[in-house]
């Protein structure tokens, strides 16, 4: 027997669907022989309560795991409560009332097919409730189980939602449901909540157009703070059919299509700029007979990628054939409404009726985002910033065919590339002629331009190669993926060598032209040929450490053309965090702007520093006769620099300009700024040598010489 009393001090826990509390007593039981076992409650109290729980007892969860339950129900203080009991089990037996603050003494006689042990629980936890009425946000100050049940005159029905709650789509993150588990068909549940999240409890009614009070209980280990975020009443407001019928009226065979699942392509879609004049709430529904699907993106819609800024989406709400939802929209926040339909191919007239505080001016929205990015349905890559030859000539090949099956353009540039071939190759070998002479090089200038005629020949040849790498990958796509990705990866970062170094001798030509004036009879030739040759073995290392982020970035991407599944396209890419895009800036006006700038500077301190010179030693003349004088004495010093500016500005431009640009729609354009920016490695000899009395000299007596041996 097991003897034991209710008291003030004892523990408590709410009934189920009651806001009153019972004390109780809860015991385990240690079972040695399977079997039936009865146990009779005698108390002094009339209105006693016992049940029999499996594994465990919960609190806040008094319904779970009850195995058996019996009552003093004749009030005569004494009933009987039967069950099968196995060994290897725990079994807890609760002795409660049924009735507020009753205390007093109980007795537990077990009969059976052995003796039960029983052990009181001690540590039992505390349960704490809460009532409020309202529509709820629940957030719990401690971890733990907690219990929500109504109270109303209607039938109501709860639901329980973690973060938010989206009423188009009453099932998204929602945790719990129930209705009719109380008396009164009222909802209970029981659930799991933690700390620092926030919970939606949303009460409504089983049947549509039902009004009236309600309260709501809340017990567990805690308080739980509930709080009223209930929003204003949606009204709906259809805007002007004139809106509608000229912007929102119909999708068509000449509207655009995308993959909007990333499966299925062909999906017709319109979009439309949603314009809000007051943040709030707001409902928008379609109505079609076709099916309509609806889509609300932030910033921007990209058709390549459709999930990407997407905010909102909807489809057959609440069992319609066409999307609806209410979404929470922001004044001064771009938003685009995408209208498609549950299939390809499908066409048909459509309405939007938008409802909230106020009216949604609806617009039409263009988007050329398309050229930004290469490939289709969602198999798409993000374009670099800058135009390639690969860019300008690629919709210009024609894959599969051979080079005679070529277009009439393609043959223009191929011929135009290998005159410019032989024309850099000329030119250079006539300006490795003339700097071969030991006269020249007794100084840095000569050493500097016998270097920059060997890069000319490496640019103009890299270009050769870079031209026909461009053509024959696209015309044979049967060529191995290892060679043309090898080729991604290395030719156009060699060919920006080449053209770098090639441009930072010229700058250093300049610089000591103009240190020579500065210096005059002082001026140091052995100095001069040993910075020269040290400039030289460094400049192409510290040009590599410059661009090393480039083949490291590239890539090669294979995209099955849309018309055609068996055809690709290969894609030579460059993915860049913003940060390094903004160096890789930096890097290309430093290398492409800095020589111009520093040949045209030098250009202008010699002219008047000369100046200065001569007005000193000679006062007969004004400062501004002696400037003129220089002026038209060396005029090719300002002429060179101007010249290869001008022609550095086109592939500086290319270079920056936007991802988004189609360079077919101007490619003759393009390929005249694209060739244009290699004519300064062909034009060494006629910039440096012909404007030079004494260079032009020194080129004339190495082609005497040969004459001289053959006719002394």
Request: include cysteine; charged fraction near 15%; aromatic fraction near 12%.
């Amino acid at each position: 027997m097991y003897l034991s009393s209710l008291t003030p001090n004892s523990s408590i826990y709410y009934e189920d669907c009651s806001e009153l509390y019972s004390y109780y007593e809860a015991i385990q039981m240690n079972v040695t022989i399977t079997g039936y076992y009865s146990f009779l409650i005698n108390s002094d109290m009339k209105t006693m309560d016992a049940f029999i729980y499996t594994n465990n007892f919960n609190p806040f969860d008094v319904s779970k795991n009850v195995l058996s339950h019996g009552e003093d129900s004749d009030n005569q203080g004494q009933f009987k409560i039967t069950a099968a009991l196995q060994t290897k089990m725990i079994y807890v037996v609760v002795i409660t009332t049924s009735s507020r603050n009753s205390t007093g003494n109980f007795s537990i006689q077990v009969l059976g097919p052995s003796y039960i042990n029983f052990s009181r629980i001690l540590n039992t936890s505390l349960v704490v409730q809460t009532v409020y009425t309202s529509k709820l946000t629940a957030n719990s100050s401690r971890t733990g189980l907690y219990t929500f049940f109504s109270k109303s005159n209607m039938d109501t029905y709860g639901s329980i939602y973690k973060d938010y709650f989206n009423p188009s789509n009453p099932f998204e993150n929602r945790l719990l449901a129930n209705a009719f588990s109380c008396n009164q068909r009222q909802f209970r549940f029981t659930i799991a909540l933690e700390t620092s999240v926030t919970y939606i409890l949303i009460v409504t009614t089983v049947y549509d157009h039902v009004t009236g009070a309600f309260s709501i209980s809340a017990s567990g280990p805690d308080n739980v703070d509930l709080k009223d975020i209930s929003s204003p009443s949606v009204t709906r407001i259809p805007y002007s059919l004139a809106v509608e019928s000229k912007h929102l009226s119909k999708l068509t065979t000449n509207s655009q299509t995308y993959s909007r699942d990333c499966r299925k392509s062909d999906y017709y879609y319109q979009t439309i700029r949603m314009n809000v004049v007051e943040t709030g709430y707001y409902a928008l529904s379609g109505s079609s007979s076709m099916g309509t699907f609806g889509y609300i993106y932030k910033d921007d819609f990209n058709p390549m990628n459709p999930f990407e800024n997407l905010l909102s989406q909807n489809y057959r709400s609440c069992s319609d054939q066409d999307f609806m939802f209410i979404v929470y929209l922001h004044t001064g926040t771009k938003y685009i409404l995408v209208v498609t339909t549950s299939s390809p191919n499908t066409t048909g007239n459509f309405s939007i009726l938008t409802s909230g505080p106020n009216n949604i001016i609806l617009a039409p929205y263009k988007q050329s985002l398309t050229s930004c990015f290469i490939g289709q349905k969602c198999q798409f890559y993000k374009k670099n910033i800058g135009i390639t030859l690969d860019d300008i000539l690629r919709d210009e090949i024609r894959p599969n065919m051979t080079f005679t099956d070529q277009t009439i353009l393609m043959k223009i540039n191929a011929a135009l590339t290998m005159i410019m071939f032989i024309g850099g190759l000329i030119n250079s070998i006539l300006s490795l002629l003339t700097f071969q002479s030991k006269d020249l090089r007794k100084v840095g200038c000569g050493i500097y331009l016998f270097a920059s005629s060997i890069t000319s020949i490496l640019t103009i040849s890299m270009f050769v190669v870079k031209f026909w790498f461009v053509v024959l990958t696209q015309m044979n796509l049967s060529i191995r993926l290892s060679v043309v990705r090898g080729g991604c990866v290395s030719i156009e970062p060699l060919l920006k060598l080449c053209l770098y170094v090639d441009a930072w001798l010229n700058a250093c030509v300049a610089i000591e032209r103009a240190i020579l004036v500065f210096k005059g009879v002082n001026f140091n030739k052995q100095k001069s040929r040993r910075i020269a040759r040290w400039i030289i073995l460094i400049l192409p290392f510290c040009i590599i450490g410059s661009i090393i982020h480039e083949p490291i970035h590239r890539e090669l991407r294979e995209v099955n053309k849309e018309t055609n599944k068996v055809d690709i396209n290969r894609w030579c890419l460059t993915h860049y965090s913003p940060s390094l895009q903004q160096y890789n800036t930096i890097i290309l006006f430093f290398h492409l702007i800095g020589p111009c700038i520093i040949n045209l500077g030098s250009a202008l301190f010699i002219i008047f520093g000369s100046a200065q010179q001569r007005s000193t030693a000679q006062t007969s003349r004004t400062p501004r006769e002696h400037i003129y004088n220089q002026f038209s004495e060396h005029k090719q010093l300002l002429i060179s620099p101007i010249i290869l500016l001008i022609l550095s500005l086109p592939r500086l431009s290319m270079s920056m300009l936007s991802e988004c640009i189609n360079p077919s729609n101007h490619r003759l354009l393009f390929l005249f700024g694209y060739f244009i920016s290699f004519t300064p490695s062909m034009l060494i000899f006629i910039v440096f040598v012909l404007p030079s009395a004494l260079y032009r000299k020194t080129f004339q007596e190495t082609f005497r010489r040969p004459r001289r041996l053959i006719h002394p």
